[in-house]
């Protein structure tokens, strides 16, 4: 598993041409609508060629660098979730019979190769297999599973991340962790743009092999994507201090804090639709129209609305600052207990697609800042109390 | 080139509703029914406290507490309160009919390690039929128990659940029921006033004993407090909470409870794990 070489955009077209003939549905970073989204694509011309985008708290916007890069931005509104775990989904179909009602088969899903994921994406991939694959004695989601089982990844490093971007706080970008079948690291020559591509797995191995415009990397190749990689890392703009975040957070929950953000938030559940790591869902049920099936429909949901936690009597968190407080907790804290792991990858993602601004991370350092817990209480034996 | 992912694994679906035939209705009160449903394979095994995604076909699917003795599998027995879409639609069902099942699910009532000990049920409404199958197994094995208590509170005399059940246990020597009502009618000659009351006056020795409550959530905090001010150990009351499930799988995130997932973390957990957080406001 460590073929490598490097390939230029010619290259990159006959690597995603491969993926085509062996069966994939290959998806990869379009614009779309003053935006970088993903889409089906077939070749390069298809990627944002010489494009970048500027994020802000609130804002986003496409420039035209000219420079022929084809991965010179970071990520959009969407995130690779709206493939192995569609916004909306027949997860389940019946038809009736004659002594009742039985299971409909449903049909086989896509196998898709992600091409240009990034660091906190496959990170954020590697987050939801923990909430839908199979563990321990847990069922695996068989909708996520059968999308997620065959996917071929094409991950790509970070040369330029964007102004929200906090993966160093994270641990998870800009430089691209494991769980892809091949790396790419884009840097600008004299003889123009070429990619260093790093397998990581057999069936990478198997892609490069193939690729007739691929030439061995050569020591200043890796020289040059190890420059361009530190360089990235060194810049990575925002941050978060995630010392002690789960007891912070946990043991602020009564904070007024989180008054003062819910003074801000609309509520719009933005945040939830963009995170690459939210998974929440709601089934609607649908009968046909002749009473003769039934579906039923996942569809994504948030914790940012009032039906979301509604018991008969009422919904559970009325107030906005009770919402803002369940998704960051959650997010930042309970995740841990539930999953192992941190909910938020550090993509940027909810700041910039927050109408008002809210950033996550200025959040956090506001409680930080007044941390209502008392003293850590120690035991008769000196021993700090865990509580 | 072996580029194509290998052929897909074959899952069984957590999400795929087993269809039940309906084998009984019985009324219970005005709005509360019990369904006994019969299992494709002829068993239907869970532990007390289990709830099951009971799903009416097209209409929609909602999380119901097995009611049932868990000695007899052959049936799943669940009791009902019709309170909306598709709770109410359940009690349209008739004989015959075919409802879909997913579980059981859930974290079990405890009361197979209890024993030894004095065991106290504190039920409100509704909960005293996610009880009902606990009080079987504890009363199926009697004499591996100390003091048998079982408190109940129901709005009203007219909404006492298995009252005649409860009149049963009542008439054993070896079981106390006491029993409240929040408004009283005049035929009424039993106690008024939340079930809480009742802590105090029952025959248990509260070091020694296992509490075992489900009621509403406001309920559950008080009934708590009060046995732990007696004395029981918080971490031998339990409770079973509530939240809104799409799931039970620990798929759709609605359960959410702080740290916990109700669906598969609970919904029975020791009243040790929960108590500081049913004082925080809209966890
Ligand atoms: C673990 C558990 C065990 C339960 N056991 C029983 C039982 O044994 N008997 C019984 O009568 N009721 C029980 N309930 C409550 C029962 O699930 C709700 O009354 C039911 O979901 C209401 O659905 P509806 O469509 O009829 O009402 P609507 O008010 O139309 O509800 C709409 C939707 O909201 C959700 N919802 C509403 N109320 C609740 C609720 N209380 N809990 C969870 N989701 C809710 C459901 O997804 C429902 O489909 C239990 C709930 C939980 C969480
Ligand atoms: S919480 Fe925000 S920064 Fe973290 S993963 Fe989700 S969208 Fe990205
Ligand atoms: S934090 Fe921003 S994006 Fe999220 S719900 Fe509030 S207003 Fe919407
Ligand atoms: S009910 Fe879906 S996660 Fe708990």
Known sequence: MTASGVIDRAGLDE?????????????????????????????????????????????????????????????????????????????????????????????????????????????????????????????????????????????????????????????????????????????????GVVLLAESGSARGDALLASLAAMRPAEIADRERAAETMAAAQATVPHSMDTTDIHDLLLGNLEHPHWEAVAARCLGCANCTMVC???????????????????????????????????????????????????????????????????????????????????????????????????????AADGTEVNL | ?????????????????????VRGIRDELEDTFTLELEPPNGRFEFAPGQYTMLYSFGIGEVPISVSGDASRPSRLVQTIRGVGAVTRALRNVRPGDVVGVRGPFG????????????????????????????????LERRDHYGQVVVLYGARSPRELLFAEEL????????????????????????????????VPRAPYEPQNASAFVCGPEIMMRFAGQELESRGVAPEQIFVSMERNMKCGVGFCGHCQFATKLVCRDGPVFPFSEVARLLTVREV
């Open chain 2, 107 to 138: 974290t079990p009532w405890p009361v197979d390690g209890a024993t030894g000990r004095d065991i106290v049920f504190v039920a409100g409404g509704i909960g005293l039929a996610p009880l009902r199958p606990a009080i079987y197994r504890v």
């Open chain 2, 167 to 198: 009149q049963d246990w009542g008439g054993r020597f070896d079981v106390t029921v006491l029993v409240t009502v929040d408004n009283a009618d005049r035929a009424w000659y039993g106690s008024v006033g939340v079930v809480t009351k009742l």
């Open chain 1, 15 to 191: 690597l995603i041409a491969a993926l085509r003939n062996g069966g994939y549905t290959t998806i990869g970073p379009t614009i779309r609508e003053g935006a970088i989204v993903y889409n089906e694509i077939s070749g390069t011309s298809d990627l944002p060629v010489g494009w970048t985008d500027q994020q802000a708290p609130g804002g986003y916007r496409l420039e035209h660098l000219g420079d022929g890069r084809m991965f010179g931005y970071v990520v959009g509104p969407q995130s690779w979730k709206r493939f192995l775990y569609p916004q909306r989904n027949v997860i389940w179909s019946g038809v009736v019979t004659a002594d009742g009602w039985e299971t409909v088969t449903p049909p086989e899903p896509p196998t898709y190769a992600f091409i240009g994921v990034r660091g906190c994406e496959l990170a954020a991939i590697a987050v939801q297999d923990r909430v839908f694959l199979a563990a321990g004695d847990r069922a695996a989601d068989p909708s996520y599973a059968a999308r997620r089982e065959g996917a071929f990844i094409v991950a790509v490093n970070c040369a330029d991340p964007g102004a929200n971007c906090f993966c160093t706080s994270m641990g998870t970008g800009p430089v691209a962790g494991p769980g892809h079948d091949l790396v790419l690291t884009e840097t600008v020559t004299d003889d």
């Open chain 2, 1 to 21: 080139m072996a580029l194509l992912a290998e052929p897909r694994t074959a899952l069984l679906d957590p999400m795929e509703p087993v269809p039940f035939r």
């Open chain 1, 276 to 378: 690459p790591t939210c998974f929440c869902g709601t089934v609607t049920d649908e009968l046909e129209l002749d009473g003769g099936g039934a579906r039923r429909v996942r569809s994504w949901d948030s914790c940012f609305t009032l039906e979301f936690s509604y018991i008969h009597g009422g919904s559970i968190r009325q107030a906005g600052s009770a919402r803002y407080r369940q998704w960051l907790t959650h997010k930042l804290a309970s995740w841990f207990d539930q999953f192992g792991t941190s909910g938020c990858v550090g993509c940027g993602r909810c700041i910039t697609w927050c109408p008002v601004g809210i950033d996550l991370t200025a959040e956090v350092a506001a409680i930080r800042a007044s941390d209502l817990r008392p003293a850590v209480p120690v």
